[in-house]
């Protein structure tokens, strides 16, 4: 599903936090907001998301535009957010009451698919982070949305659970085709997952460059190609020394 965003600005009492934020997104494209911290990166999403209602311009998916809440998009966030009462199968499956059996047999497919068979029956804090947000990623694809939307999903992950989380959405995105906006801190995730990096600077937080990724998949992490455009990017937001 595409996504677009047109002059986009979110004011809050005494800070501009965004302003004029112009961006469209290709149905399938992988795509990066990357900036340094307080440039408006949460608050790009949370207005995409419907979450956030407060903002002026306007976003569209798929040529309709929307306001409020809305079931296109689905969020992964830094932290879990688990209901730490239910299991790990109720936790993914709480989006679906009142939906068709159907659904609920292919939520039983995704729990094997992001890799805990075996351990639906456990609660919340029985589970190492990285566990935790397996949850929450088959919690948001049983909700089948147009659009993943992510918020430095594995920023509080140890490096190894990082990558290897990392590979998980690589591969959903091969089998799925999800459009995903991904807000990362991290310059080697965004090259390693997105189709292109969108790099915000300033507050109010602006667009001052997009980098099309063009490396081919899979990328090899520590590739001489990443690190010109890492290179690129440090420039960019003048953290190149
Ligand atoms: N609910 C709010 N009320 C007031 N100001 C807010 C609110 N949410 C965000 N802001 C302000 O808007 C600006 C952008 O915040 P935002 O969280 O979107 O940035 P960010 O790029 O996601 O930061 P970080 O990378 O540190 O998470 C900041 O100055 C922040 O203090």
Redesign the pocket.
């Known amino acids: 599903m595409s996504l677009v965003l047109e002059n986009l600005s979110r004011r809050?009492?005494d800070?501009d936090?965004i302003r004029d934020i112009n961006l469209s997104v290709e149905d399938g494209e992988i795509v990066g907001l990357l900036?340094t911290?307080?440039?408006?990166?949460?608050?790009l999403l949370r207005a995409i998301s419907g979450l956030d209602q407060a903002y002026t311009g306007t976003v569209s998916i798929n040529d309709q535009v929307k306001k409020g809440v809305h079931d296109a998009t689905n969020f992964i966030f830094q932290e879990p957010r688990l209901l730490p009462w239910l299991t790990v199968e109720d936790n993914i499956m709480f989006g679906l009451k009142g939906k068709p059996k159907a659904s609920f047999d292919r939520a039983r497919r995704f729990i094997h698919y992001v890799g805990l068979s075996g351990k639906e029956a456990l609660y919340p804090k029985q589970l190492s982070g990285g566990m935790a947000q397996r949850v929450a990623i088959a919690r948001a694809l049983v909700m089948q949305p147009d659009i993943l939307l992510l918020d430095e999903p594995f920023s509080a992950l140890d490096a190894f659970t990082k990558m290897q989380l990392q590979d998980l959405l690589l591969e959903i995105w091969h089998k799925y085709q999800t459009t995903m906006v991904l807000?990362t801190?991290d310059i080697d995730e965004a090259l390693y997952l997105c189709d292109r990096i969108v790099v915000l600077r300033g507050?109010p937080?602006e667009i001052i460059k997009t980098i099309n990724v063009t490396e081919p998949r899979p990328r090899d992490r520590g590739s001489v190609e990443l690190a010109n455009y890492k290179a690129d990017i440090l420039d960019q937001l003048d953290l190149n020394q």
């Open positions: 809050f009492k800070t936090a900036g911290s307080g440039c408006g990166k949460s608050t807000v801190h507050q937080g």
